[in-house]
């Protein structure tokens, strides 16, 4: 069995996959989801519970959107083979990396270009 938790209150569905590490959480604001990974593998929950989108599921007309217990519980998410759930994972995870590289090459040009424009035109 796995761990998914997600966030039901304020930040709606944000989810994080429970590695067993010691962590503080606030309670009332994360649903600990207790996954049976024979059927559902817990990075494509993971990825299913990112895609959802959460303020449907909302409350209404509050200060702090929250996410109830049997809203949550109504979340359709489709469950195909667990090999398939391995290569859309697998397929997820290979543009996640393409998008950091990406980001940090990004990251760099902006370094890079501030430094040279405060080479040749100085300070403000």
């Known amino acids: 069995m796995g761990q998914v938790l997600i966030s039901a209150a304020g930040t709606l569905g944000k989810t ?7 962590s503080y959480f606030q309670d009332s604001n994360i649903v600990w989801i207790d ?10 929950l993971y990825y299913a519970l990112g895609n959802v989108k959460w303020e449907n599921y909302a409350t209404e007309r509050s200060v702090i959107p929250r996410i ?12 195909p083979p667990l090999s398939e759930q391995q290569r859309i994972v697998e397929e997820v995870e290979g ?18 270009k501030k430094a040279v424009l405060e080479k040749w035109l100085g300070r403000g």
């Open 35 to 44: 996954n049976d990974e024979t059927f559902m593998t817990n990075q494509f």
């Open 16 to 22: 994080v996959v429970f590695d067993g590490k010691p």
């Open 95 to 112: 543009y996640e990396a393409a998008i950091s590289k990406a980001q940090a090459v990004m990251v760099g040009c902006a370094e890079r």
């Open 68 to 79: 109830y217990n049997n809203k949550l519980s109504s979340v359709e998410i489709p469950a």
